[in-house]
C-alpha cells in the first residue's frame, strides 16, 4: 500500500489529512505537538481573553474517524529525499511515497536572535501563555515599584510590527489596561498604561487598502495607542527598544514582526527563498523531487501573481488540499493538476467594537466588520465544545469587560527583580 506522510498538524496539514480520508493510500500525519491550535486568535491567549484549551484541540481527536490514518507525536529532524524517508527524534524513520511538508513558520528576529529572550513571539500556546506571564506581571510588579520612572517602564508595552498580529495585540492590551483591569489596584492606575505600535515599514497593515488603514488607526487612537510607521527597530535591551531616534522605555516588549520557515527546507537545494520558504512549482511540488508536496505558510507559490500568497489560514487550507489531492493523483498515475487560490478575503481586528474586512468588491469596518470577524471566528473553530466556550466567554467579556483567564502560570519571574534595591521600603500611603 502507498504511503503518504504529511509534516505538520497545523491548518495546511489537517486539511491535507482530511483529502485523503477516501485515498487508497495509508497516510502519517507527524507533528511535534498533539494538538492544533487556532492561531488567528492566539492573541487572545496572550490577552487573557480566552483560555488555551479553547482554540485547540488534540490532533487525534479532530482525525479521530479517519481509518486510513494514523497521528504520530515527534520532532522532525531532518528529511532524506533521495531516500525518501523522515528521520525523527529518537532515530525513528518513517518512509514515504510522497510526502507533504507543512511545518509552518517560527519567529524570524532578522539575524539579531538575541532579542528573542527580551521580545517573545507569537506562534505556538506556549508563547501565547509566555506572553500573558509577561504582561500581567507588569502590572503586579508596577504596583509594588515606589519609583515613578521605573513604575513608568513597568507600564509601557511596545509591540514591534503592525500587521494583524501586532494591530490585535494592540488593541487587546489597550482594552485590558483602560476596561479590564481598572479599580483592582490600588497603588497604579492601570488605564494609565503606554501602549505603543512600532512598524518598520511605511504603513501598518499593509495588505490592506488605505481606506481600511485609516480606520484601524482611528480605532488604534480611540484606544491611546501610539503608531510609529516608517520606524525600524535597531536595538531591544533590557531597558526598552531604540527605533531609529525614537526610544521607548518599556519592560515589556512583544514581538510581532519577521517570519520564517521552520528549517526543514534546506534539504532541497536551490529551491529556498531567503526567508526558508520552499519554492514550489504550480503544481504544489519541489523541482527535482515529483514526490514532495509544500504546503501552507512553508510553500513560496508566486506563479499566480508574481508575489507569494498571504500567510493566512484560507490560504494555508486550500494549498493542504490541493497538495494532498495532488499526491494522490500522483500515486495513482494520473496527472497533476496546478493550484490556483481563491482569495476570500482578509480581516483584523482592533479591540472592542472594532474590526476592518476587505473582501475586494466590499469593504467593511467599525462594528459592522467586528460582527462579521466574530461570526468567521467562531465558525472555523474545531469542535461544537470550542465554539460555545468561545462564545459564553466573549459574551460575558463584552458585558462585563472583564478576561476571566488573568491567571500567571509558569515561573512568575518580575519584569525587574525586586532584589535591584535591597531593601528599598514597599510600602507608602494608600490612596483614598
Known amino acids: 500500500m502507498a504511503h503518504i506522510v504529511i509534516i505538520g498538524g497545523g491548518f495546511a496539514g489537517l486539511d491535507a489529512a482530511r483529502a485523503l480520508a477516501r485515498s487508497a493510500a495509508q497516510v502519517t500525519l507527524i ?5 492544533h491550535v487556532f492561531q488567528p486568535l492566539l492573541y487572545q491567549v496572550a490577552t487573557a481573553g480566552l483560555s488555551p484549551g479553547d482554540i485547540a484541540s488534540p490532533i487525534r481527536w479532530i482525525l479521530r474517524r479517519q481509518r486510513n490514518l494514523r497521528v504520530l507525536l515527534g520532532d522532525v529532524q531532518r528529511i532524506e529525499p533521495a531516500e525518501k524517508r523522515v528521520i525523527l527524534d529518537g532515530g525513528d524513520i518513517v518512509t514515504y511515497d510522497a510526502l507533504i ?14 532579542w528573542a529572550a527580551r521580545a517573545p513571539g507569537l506562534k505556538t500556546l506556549d508563547d ?33 510590527g503592525g500587521g494583524p498580529t501586532g494591530v490585535e495585540l494592540a488593541g487587546a ?35 490592506f487598502p488605505e481606506s481600511l488603514r485609516a480606520a484601524a488607526r482611528r480605532s488604534l487612537k480611540r484606544l491611546g495607542v501610539e503608531v510609529h ?12 527598544v531604540q527605533a531609529g531616534d525614537t526610544r521607548v522605555e518599556a519592560a515589556t516588549v512583544l514581538w510581532a514582526a519577521g517570519v520564517r520557515a521552520i528549517d ?52 494555508a487550507k486550500q494549498l493542504g488540499t490541493h497538495a494532498a489531492r495532488n499526491a494522490d493523483r500522483r500515486l495513482r498515475g494520473d496527472a497533476t493538476q ?7 478575503g482578509n480581516l483584523a481586528t482592533i479591540g472592542r467594537n472594532s474590526a476592518i474586512a476587505d473582501f475586494g468588491f466590499f469593504r467593511l469596518s467599525g462594528y459592522a466588520g467586528w460582527l462579521f470577524w466574530l461570526f468567521l471566528h467562531i465558525a472555523f473553530l474545531i469542535g461544537f ?29 518580575a519584569a525587574r527583580s525586586v532584589t535591584d534595591d535591597p531593601g528599598r521600603p514597599l510600602d507608602r500611603p494608600t490612596s483614598s
Open 31 to 35: 507533528d511535534r505537538r498533539n494538538h
Open 173 to 207: 492590551l489597550a482594552e485590558i489596561a483602560r476596561k479590564g483591569l481598572r479599580s483592582e489596584f490600588d497603588q497604579v492606575d492601570p488605564a494609565s498604561a503606554r501602549i505603543v505600535l512600532i512598524e518598520g515599514g511605511p504603513t501598518i497593515l499593509s495588505t
Open 229 to 240: 510607521e516608517g520606524t525600524r527597530v535597531t536595538d531591544i535591551d533590557e531597558q526598552g
Open 128 to 160: 501565547a501563555l509566555e506572553m500573558r506571564r509577561r504582561v500581567l506581571m507588569a502590572f503586579e510588579e508596577a504596583e509594588r515599584e515606589v519609583d515613578p520612572d521605573r513604575q513608568r517602564r513597568l507600564l509601557t508595552f511596545a509591540i514591534i
Open 101 to 114: 511538508l507543512a511545518a509552518g513558520l517560527t519567529h524570524s528576529y532578522f539575524g539579531h536572535e538575541d
Open 385 to 413: 465544545r470550542n465554539r460555545l466556550s468561545v462564545m459564553l466567554q466573549w459574551a460575558t467579556s463584552y458585558v462585563t469587560y472583564q478576561r476571566s483567564v488573568r491567571l500567571i502560570t509558569g515561573e512568575a519571574t
Open 338 to 344: 496546478p493550484f490556483r487560490y481563491r482569495d476570500p
Open 264 to 315: 526543514l527546507g534546506s534539504c532541497f537545494p536551490g529551491q529556498l527563498e531567503r526567508d526558508g520558504r520552499v519554492k514550489v512549482r504550480p503544481d504544489l511540488s519541489v523541482e527535482g523531487f515529483p514526490e514532495v508536496f509544500v504546503a501552507g505558510d512553508m510553500a513560496s507559490f508566486t506563479h499566480q501573481t508574481g508575489k507569494p500568497l498571504p500567510g493566512v489560514a484560507q490560504a
